[in-house]
């Protein structure tokens, strides 16, 4: 079976999970997010279709190095037998599964989770749900598909995971992103989100380029990218319900 993921598996400390995971990088995804560091991931490229075997084989042969796999991209959930064959191969092998996703595909979820095929999903949210807001971080309208259809499929899958709490775990994570999501209102949006369900939440500081690829749109990197610290500081002010949160 051909699929679109990354044959060069990365195996590292996952500052998310706390735990030594194998990193498989999907290609592809439905949405456009202007600060995507990871541009090359974000396209299905030809050139990188490959056999899935070639990924298991590669699974295999580093699963003993790791307690964690995580599935990642790109938006790992657009492929959905390849990233359900992956798992059951997981675990088989003994590692507990987590998947990064933009939440865009709740049946999906649903599946894996019923399938219970994943210990911990990661819900990349790239801002609160007003609708621009939303469509400014991921500039995910297409002719097909609305910016208010794809908050709904958003909503849908948190509502999943709120149901799914007992046996998966779930962390939300936010980029605090230069002109976008560093202040202190567009931060609460998302904070009033993952408190309701208490769910924990972690912070990225944005970083403008990774082996994937650069920022997409230059306006990013130019602006100064909040520290740590500010970002705690931020932090500090919204935080009042006191759920689990940290900033990576
Ligand atoms: S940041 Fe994530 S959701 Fe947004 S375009 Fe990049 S891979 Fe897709």
Redesign the pocket.
């Known amino acids: 079976m051909d699929c679109y993921v990354d044959t060069n598996l990365l195996l590292e400390f996952n500052p998310l999970l706390n735990k030594r995971a194998i990193l498989v990088n999907f290609y592809g995804?439905?949405?456009?997010?202007p600060?995507?560091?990871?541009?090359e991931?974000?396209a299905f490229r030809s050139d990188a279709m490959t056999d899935i075997s070639v990924i298991k084989n590669e699974i295999e042969r580093v699963s003993s190095n790791a307690d964690y796999i995580v599935f990642s991209?790109?938006?790992p959930t657009l492929q959905r037998l390849i990233l359900n064959s992956l798992l059951r191969l997981s675990k088989r092998l003994g590692l507990q599964a987590a998947i990064q996703t933009?939440g865009s595909k709740p049946y999906v979820v649903r599946d894996i989770i019923s399938q219970e095929l994943a210990d911990t999903i990661i819900l990349?949210l790239?801002s609160g749900f007003d609708k621009e807001s939303f469509q400014a971080s991921?500039l995910s309208e297409t002719f097909f598909t609305s910016a208010g259809q794809n908050l709904a499929k958003i909503r849908e899958t948190l509502e999943i995971l709120k149901e799914s709490k007992s046996h998966v775990k779930t962390i939300v994570t936010t980029?605090v992103v230069p002109g976008l999501t560093d202040s202190e209102e567009a931060l609460a949006e998302v904070y009033s989100i993952a408190s309701k369900l208490k769910f924990e939440w972690v912070l990225q500081r944005f970083i403008s380029s990774t082996d994937f690829g650069a920022v997409?749109s230059p306006e990013f990197s130019e602006k100064k990218a909040l520290s740590i610290f500010e970002i705690q500081e931020l932090l500090g002010r919204i935080n009042k319900k006191n759920i689990k949160v940290r900033v990576v």
Do not use: I, V
Not at 29 to 33: D, E, P, T, V, Y
């Open positions: 995804c439905n949405f456009n997010c600060f995507c560091n990871s541009s991931l974000r991209g790109g938006e933009n990349d790239k991921t980029a997409r």
